[in-house]
Each structure stands twice: as structure tokens, then as C-alpha cells.
């Protein structure tokens, strides 16, 4: 059976649609759920490992509380010699030790202190410092028999309900919260003799407030737990100080320590678990975030659904389309095909006006466009060849006059020897010389010296011209000779100088050039004695070298400076000044300051 081009468009537009539509959503869907893992996890493993260097810093500053006693010498001396020595005197320094350690922090809810020599014990809860205590059997508290028989400076007791030490802080039921608690010993440094130890209860507040920022309250979920599984904290209070034995973190202990995250499934939990161990001295604790897939997937399947719907939609107008259109293809196709085939036989024209109105029609208006576009560009390629040919004639020519120039001044020098022209001889040297410098254009970088000496050059031909007229002094410190500068940056203000600063009354001209290190710059300082300039002129002057402007009658002759200027920012990348200024005893001023260094990969090696 003969199928028509209507049955044909539509179905194989329907095939073109569904199959690569399908295909594109289920990959997108697939990549897309594949990236947002691995964005979610290297985010939040980033975010947990700042949140965790905080905590340990923070945690690290209340274990490092007590080492402010140390520095209390009569607090110290109470500590050596116990409290019966001088009740009333050394009362009062452990009472002032308590009071400023407890008001360091908002959110140390208890402290004790246990002095070894006489078995002295005071708390201080809610600043409520207690009597003198006796403390006989103070071994029977675990952390401060751990204390002792080891060599840690601080113990961290897990969370757990605020319990008041020897009996001596009266805490009431309403008010006995989750505390997490530092147990320090006291010894004499550096005998290591036992002095005694000082506990600190703190709330969770602080630690809340720095985790909070690393989850999604009751979408996410966030733990900690130190080397026994102990949760510090967990975003589910209720597990807070509990042991933690769910698989999930068993897993999580076994992991590779380079690992940032895994994935996990069962009825309670199914989702991606990212974890990062904390570092020294806390080692064995943990950091752990759960992120459920519904979460993670979210924004994915979302863009799905909307793909699907889009498809849907297309895929109506696409068959509705494919009828209406279908009747009407045919001519016009058949006049589109003819007049291509007659392109790719080299003849670039059409031979119909117009194809309708239509979206067939358009196309027939874009194929004359693309004609006359490809005759265009054929056009313009034989231009651009002839162009180049031109480009290469005069970079040939280029090649050619300087060479001719340099034997014909030194054709014209061996005549002025044997002429005995000794002095005609030197200026042509001179003059070849600035030309060889300012015709090398495999140089853009040189010596300040060579710069230097390029302006000896000019100024001696001008001397020769002005003679008694014209006087200059040229002073360079000799560590600056060997800084390397940008080409062409002197002569053009000196060129300057006899544009516009002498006039032919002016009975003895005058022109400075100085060089000198300042620091890590290179100063440069041209002055003349010449007319200078008003200081409306001057103003325009300086306006024009900040500011792009377009090329005007005022601001002509500021040209070379301006050029001068750019050039000196491009290489030294913003770093460079150039300033000029009118001289109070006559003249006018131009200096240049750069860096000594010129930027990484703009010296020459």
C-alpha cells in the first residue's frame, strides 16, 4: 500500500516526537537526579565541615577555659596551699575565679571547683556561688578518677541531665536541663603535682545555634556523636544523650575516612547520609547529615513531571499541525527542491517570487536571502584575498626600506669620512641609530638605559639645529638603568617640548631629564623651560589622558601623552602614573612613575 506524505508526516512526527521526547526525559531525569547527588553531597559535606571547624573550635575554647587560671598567680598560690591557710582571703580569690570564669560564657549553666590540698569543693550555679565543702571521697566521680590515671588534660562528659556536684548546688527538678560537661585537672606546672579539677556545665544553646545553620529543620537530620556513639546532639532532641545503635551509623564508622557520603535503605530511613569525621582531639566523633530522597529528588521529578506535560502538549499541536499543513506542502517543496538542486550545480538564484505567505513561504524568502548572502560572501572573500595580497606587499616593503635606509646612511657616513665631514658623519649615526631603535619592532621592552640613550640621540640632532639655543641635561641614577620599560615613552615628550613649548622668542632653551628608584617605583621627570601651559589648558590636558574622548581641536596636541598614558597602563596593568603640571618658574613638567618590576609575563626573559 502506497502511503501519502500526509500519513507519512504523521506518523513519522509523531515517532520523531515520542521517541526522542521519551528518551531525552528519562536521561534528563537520570542526570539530573545523578547531579543533584553529587551537588547535594559535595555541598553539604562542605557545609557540615565548616559547621564541624566551628564546633571544634568552639568546643576547644571551653576545654582551654581553665588555662586562664594558670596565669592567676594568688588563685594559683590557693590552689598549692589550700584555703584553711587564709579562709577569709583565699575564699575570696576562688569566689572571684568562679565569677569571672562563669561570666566568660552565657551558656555555662554550672561550674566546680575541687581543691586537692584540704579536699575543698565549691560550685557556682546560675551565679550563685556555694559555701566551702568537704569533698573526701571526690574518686567516686568516674571522669575525675579517668583524670588522674591519665595523661588527658580535659574529659568530655556526653550530655546529660545537670546534676549537682558533692551536693552542694541546689537545683530544682523544673530547671535540671541537658548540660554537656568539661572535666579539666588542675596541676602545678611543670612539678604536674595534682592540684585539683574544675568542671564547666554548659547548655546547648550555642552548639543549637552553630547546627542549626547546617540542616532543614524537620525535613533533614542532623547528628553528633563522640567515640562511644554517645549523641552530643541530634536534631531530634528526645535522642539527645542516648546511645546511638542504628545500622545506619555502624555503617558510617566502618566507612573509608576519605569517603564523604552514602546511601541508605530501610523502613526508617532512605536517603543519602553524609558524614565527616572530626580531626584531633576529637577523634572517633562524628558528624552526620540525612538527606531522604524525597527531598533530594524533589526539584527532579518536578522537572519531569513538567517535561511529560510539555511533551503531551506538544505532541497535540504536532499532530494537528501535521494534518492542516500537510495538503499544502507539496508544491511549494517541489519548486524549494528544483531551485536547490540548481544551487548545487553552482547557479546562485531563484526563480519564483514568493511561495505565499506562509511558514513554506518564509522558508522560500530565507533560501533567496541565503542566496544573495552566499553571493555576498563570495564577494567579499575576493576582496579579503585581495586584501591580504596588499597586506603582504606592504609588510614586504617594510622589510625591504628599512634595510635600504640603513645602507644608504652608511653609504652617506663613508662618504662624509672620506670627506673629512667628521661631524656629519656622527649625526648620521645618530639619526641611523633612532631609526634602527624605532623601527625594531621585535622589541617592545627595554632597558631604561637604551630608552635613554635613543633621547641622547634626538636631543643631539636638535642641538645640532638650535645650537647655543638649545641646552639639556640628562641625569639617570645608575641602579635605574637596568629596569626594563615599555619602548617609545621618552622621545615623544621630548618631541613635545620643541612642538609646543619653545617659541622663537625664547633666547635659551632648556630641557631635563631625570630617572631615580623610589621604593619599589622607577620616577621619570622631563621639564622644560618652554611657554607651559594655562591652567585651563592644563585641566584639559589632564581630563583628556583619564577620559576616552573623541579626537577634537583642543585636545589634538595631547594625543602622544594620551598614547603614552594607555600604553603605560596596559603593560603595567593599571599600576603606572603618568602627571603633568606647570612649572611656577616657567615650562611645563611631565613624570612617569612605575613599578621597579614590571607585571609576570611582560618582561622579556
Avoid at 606592504?394 to 628599512?402: D, G, T
Wanted: glycine content about 4%.
Amino acid at each position: 500500500m502506497k502511503w501519502g506524505i500526509r500519513k507519512k508526516l504523521i506518523i513519522f512526527l509523531m515517532l520523531a516526537t515520542v521517541l526522542p521526547f521519551g528518551t531525552s526525559i528519562a536521561l534528563s531525569y537520570y542526570q539530573t537526579t545523578k547531579s543533584l547527588n553529587n551537588r547535594f553531597v559535595s555541598t553539604n559535606h562542605e557545609l557540615i565541615q565548616k559547621g564541624e571547624a566551628e564546633l571544634s573550635v568552639y568546643l576547644q575554647d571551653v576545654a582551654q577555659m581553665s588555662t586562664v587560671l594558670y596565669r592567676y598567680t594568688p588563685f594559683m598560690n590557693v590552689m598549692r596551699d589550700g584555703i584553711s591557710q587564709d579562709i577569709a582571703n583565699n575564699q575570696e580569690e576562688v569566689r572571684r575565679a568562679l565569677a569571672y570564669l562563669f561570666n566568660s560564657r552565657p551558656e555555662i549553666e554550672q561550674m566546680h571547683l575541687y581543691i586537692d590540698k584540704g579536699r575543698d569543693s565549691y560550685t557556682n550555679y546560675h551565679s550563685r556561688i556555694s559555701g566551702r565543702g568537704k569533698y573526701e571521697n571526690v574518686f567516686s566521680h568516674p571522669y575525675y578518677a579517668r583524670l588522674k590515671q591519665s595523661n588527658q588534660f580535659s574529659i568530655i562528659e556526653p550530655p546529660h541531665k545537670i546534676y549537682s556536684y558533692n551536693q552542694m548546688s541546689v537545683i530544682p527538678d523544673s530547671q535540671k536541663k541537658y548540660v554537656l560537661s568539661f572535666h579539666t585537672i588542675l596541676r602545678d606546672v611543670p612539678a604536674k603535682t595534682l592540684l585539683g579539677f574544675l568542671s564547666i556545665d554548659i547548655n546547648l544553646s550555642k552548639i543549637r545555634a552553630i547546627t542549626e545553620r547546617l540542616y532543614t529543620k524537620n525535613v533533614e537530620d542532623l547528628y553528633i556523636m563522640d567515640q562511644n556513639g554517645v549523641v552530643i546532639y541530634s536534631s531530634n532532641d528526645k535522642e539527645i544523650g542516648q546511645a546511638n545503635h542504628e545500622k545506619w551509623f555502624e555503617k558510617v564508622k566502618v566507612a573509608p575516612k576519605e569517603g564523604k557520603s552514602l546511601e541508605w535503605r530501610d523502613p526508617n530511613f532512605s536517603g543519602v547520609i553524609v558524614y565527616d569525621p572530626f580531626p584531633a582531639p576529637y577523634n572517633g566523633w562524628y558528624i552526620v547529615k540525612r538527606i531522604p530522597y524525597d527531598v533530594l529528588y524533589e526539584s527532579a521529578r518536578e522537572t519531569a513531571l513538567m517535561n511529560i506535560l510539555i511533551g503531551i502538549i506538544t505532541m497535540v499541536i504536532v499532530l494537528v499541525a501535521t494534518m492542516s499543513v500537510s495538503f499544502k506542502l507539496t508544491a511549494p517543496i517541489k519548486v524549494l527542491i528544483d531551485n536547490m538542486k540548481k544551487v548545487e550545480k553552482g547557479k546562485f538564484e531563484a526563480d519564483f517570487d514568493s511561495l505565499g505567505n506562509d511558514e513554506i513561504g518564509m522558508l522560500g524568502r530565507h533560501f533567496k536571502l541565503m542566496i544573495a548572502k552566499i553571493n555576498e560572501l563570495i564577494l567579499r572573500e575576493y576582496k579579503l584575498e585581495i586584501e591580504n595580497k596588499a597586506s603582504q606587499l606592504r609588510v614586504l616593503r617594510s622589510q625591504i626600506n628599512p634595510h635600504f635606509l640603513y645602507n644608504a646612511f652608511q653609504s652617506i657616513g663613508t662618504l662624509a669620512l672620506k670627506s673629512n665631514a667628521v661631524q656629519v658623519y656622527s649625526l648620521l649615526t645618530k639619526l641611523s641609530s633612532m631609526m634602527r631603535y624605532s623601527m625594531n619592532m621585535k622589541e617592545d621592552i627595554v632597558k631604561l638605559s637604551a630608552e635613554v640613550e635613543h633621547v641622547k640621540a634626538y636631543l643631539l640632532l636638535q642641538k645640532q639645529r638650535f645650537e647655543e639655543q638649545l641646552e639639556f641635561e640628562v641625569n639617570v641614577q645608575k641602579e635605574a638603568e637596568t629596569i626594563f620599560v615599555p619602548k617609545m615613552i621618552l622621545q615623544p615628550i621630548v618631541e613635545n617640548c620643541f612642538k609646543h613649548g619653545f617659541d622663537q622668542l625664547l633666547e635659551q632653551a632648556f630641557i631635563q631629564i631625570t630617572a631615580m628608584l623610589q621604593g619599589e617605583n622607577v620616577q621619570i621627570t622631563v621639564l622644560d623651560n618652554g611657554k607651559g601651559a594655562g591652567e585651563e589648558q592644563l585641566n584639559l590636558l589632564k581630563e583628556h589622558l583619564m577620559f576616552d574622548k573623541p579626537e577634537t581641536a583642543s585636545n589634538r596636541e595631547a594625543i602622544g601623552l594620551k598614547n603614552i598614558y594607555d600604553r603605560l597602563q596596559i603593560y603595567y596593568r593599571n599600576q603606572a602614573k603618568l602627571t603633568v603640571a606647570a612649572r611656577e618658574e616657567g615650562g611645563f613638567s611631565v613624570t612617569i612613575v612605575v613599578p621597579k618590576e614590571m607585571p609576570k609575563g611582560v618582561k622579556p626573559e
